[in-house]
């Protein structure tokens, strides 16, 4: 029998504030748009609102999960066969948005198969690397990560991909190189995509792109000035600015945002964080990325001390795609790296992103809440 904790508040207290706070900007940031569109100022509210309930019954049905159920290979290679297969889809009869073919539609329901192979990959990598492996076992999960990348990469969703491999390179190296080699392995990789971009800058055109990857030159070359081209392709990243300022410390009061009356469109999803700034003001701005960076913090923190490598390593994952997540998305908004369509967590709208995210947090939560033994093995 596993031994049973309290909840881990520090997990789930940050979960319901942040989700809270999500809810209500994009019904403020939404509402206008559709308003002025002669339709429903409620209806992305109501159904942000219904992922929200739904994501918290799950939570509360996996907390009562066997953790044995959670940690054996059939749900986990079940997930990520889902995720692969819907990635395939994407190419056959995807659902193309802004020029971009990434959205499948099930019964109704759009959604990135990129979000769902993402933690699909986690608990899988997790469950492989349960125990250490020689090199020539490393050659599936290898070809895995490598294929759902470049599915995602052909999309064409560059951060998207990049997003997945260094998860999965964080969870691989964690679990079978030492921690010195992989600090100074992912410094590597930080440089290598920095020299990639600034070359990209020095050579002043995108012809030698692949036609595919065009347009990110343009992402690339706003980030120095995003007002180069303020009307076209700097529009967003330029009234993106525009709302940060007009924030200030305190903001201008819930529902009073300027920039989201049709400077900003959809501005309930990438560039949320801009209008919450703008209503809110940099201080509750600021509580909400603690908030996200406490969740993540916390599962470093559980990562750390747990016996079992297959949690830990679950851990891991998940407080990476969280943090990378945060970081790309605060990063785009302030102009530091070009604009790339990553949603916050738990405050863009979005109910798949905010589902899969909720159901990866709940497993964290199943596993925080019990002691288990210093050695388990998984006969699959």
């Given at each position: 029998?596993m031994?049973?904790?309290?909840?881990?508040?520090?997990?789930?207290?940050?979960?319901?504030?942040?989700?809270?706070?999500?809810?209500?900007?994009?019904?403020?940031?939404?509402?206008?748009r559709l308003?002025?569109a002669?339709?429903?100022?409620?209806s992305?509210?109501?159904?942000?609102?219904?992922?929200?309930?739904?994501?918290?019954?799950?939570i509360?049905?996996?907390?009562?999960?066997?953790?044995?159920?959670?940690?054996?290979?059939?749900?986990?290679?079940?997930?990520?066969?889902?995720?692969?297969?819907?990635?395939?889809?994407?190419k056959i009869?995807?659902?193309?948005?802004?020029?971009a073919q990434?959205?499948?539609?099930?019964f109704?329901?759009?959604?990135q198969?990129?979000?769902?192979t993402?933690?699909?990959?986690?608990?899988?990598?997790?469950?492989f690397?349960?125990?250490?492996?020689?090199?020539?076992?490393?050659?599936?999960p290898?070809?895995l990560?490598?294929l759902?990348?470049?599915?995602?990469?052909?999309?064409?969703?560059?951060?998207?991909?990049?997003i997945?491999w260094?998860?999965a390179l964080?969870?691989?190296?964690?679990?079978?190189?030492?921690?010195?080699?992989?600090?100074?392995?992912?410094?590597?990789?930080?440089?290598?995509?920095?020299l990639?971009?600034?070359?990209i800058?020095?050579l002043g055109?995108?012809?030698l792109?692949?036609?595919?990857?065009?347009?990110?030159?343009?992402?690339?070359?706003l980030?120095?000035?995003?007002?180069?081209?303020?009307?076209?392709?700097?529009?967003?990243?330029?009234?993106?600015?525009?709302?940060?300022?007009?924030?200030g410390?305190f903001?201008?009061?819930l529902g009073?945002?300027?920039?989201?009356?049709?400077?900003?469109?959809?501005?309930?999803t990438?560039?949320?964080?801009?209008?919450?700034?703008?209503?809110?003001?940099v201080?509750?701005?600021l509580?909400?990325?603690?908030?996200?960076?406490?969740?993540?913090?916390r599962?470093f923190?559980?990562?750390?001390?747990?016996?079992?490598?297959?949690?830990s390593?679950?851990?891991?994952?998940?407080?990476?795609?969280?943090l990378?997540?945060?970081?790309?998305n605060?990063?785009?908004?302030?102009?530091?790296?070009?604009?790339?369509?990553?949603p916050?967590?738990?405050?863009?709208?979005?109910?798949?992103s905010?589902?899969?995210?909720?159901?990866?947090?709940?497993v964290?939560l199943?596993f925080s809440?019990?002691?288990?033994?210093?050695?388990?093995t998984?006969?699959?």
């Amino acid at each position: 029998m596993m031994k049973r904790k309290q909840i881990d508040w520090l997990l789930l207290l940050p979960y319901l504030g942040t989700s809270l706070i999500g809810l209500l900007i994009v019904f403020s940031a939404s509402s206008y748009r559709l308003m002025a569109a002669g339709e429903n100022p409620l209806s992305l509210f109501s159904k942000q609102a219904i992922f929200m309930v739904l994501s918290w019954l799950v939570i509360a049905v996996i907390y009562r999960v066997k953790s044995d159920v959670l940690l054996k290979g059939r749900p986990v290679k079940i997930l990520l066969g889902i995720g692969l297969f819907s990635l395939l889809l994407v190419k056959i009869s995807g659902v193309s948005i802004n020029g971009a073919q990434r959205w499948v539609s099930l019964f109704g329901i759009q959604f990135q198969p990129s979000e769902v192979t993402n933690v699909a990959l986690i608990f899988y990598l997790a469950y492989f690397f349960r125990k250490k492996r020689s090199r020539h076992e490393l050659i599936t999960p290898s070809v895995l990560v490598f294929l759902s990348g470049l599915l995602i990469l052909l999309q064409p969703k560059v951060t998207g991909a990049i997003i997945l491999w260094i998860v999965a390179l964080v969870i691989i190296t964690t679990a079978q190189l030492p921690y010195q080699l992989t600090v100074i392995l992912f410094l590597a990789i930080f440089l290598g995509i920095a020299l990639v971009g600034g070359i990209i800058l020095f050579l002043g055109s995108h012809s030698l792109l692949p036609e595919l990857f065009a347009h990110t030159y343009d992402r690339i070359r706003l980030v120095r000035d995003p007002f180069l081209d303020p009307y076209g392709k700097g529009f967003q990243m330029s009234n993106s600015y525009y709302a940060l300022y007009n924030g200030g410390f305190f903001g201008r009061g819930l529902g009073n945002s300027i920039t989201k009356k049709g400077y900003l469109p959809v501005a309930e999803t990438d560039f949320v964080y801009s209008i919450l700034i703008e209503e809110l003001g940099v201080i509750v701005g600021l509580i909400v990325l603690a908030l996200l960076f406490v969740i993540a913090l916390r599962l470093f923190v559980l990562a750390a001390k747990e016996p079992s490598q297959q949690v830990s390593l679950v851990y891991f994952g998940v407080g990476t795609l969280l943090l990378i997540q945060t970081s790309i998305n605060i990063a785009s908004i302030l102009g530091l790296i070009p604009m790339t369509g990553v949603p916050l967590p738990f405050i863009s709208y979005g109910g798949t992103s905010y589902l899969l995210l909720s159901v990866a947090l709940g497993v964290c939560l199943k596993f925080s809440s019990e002691v288990r033994p210093h050695v388990e093995t998984l006969k699959q």
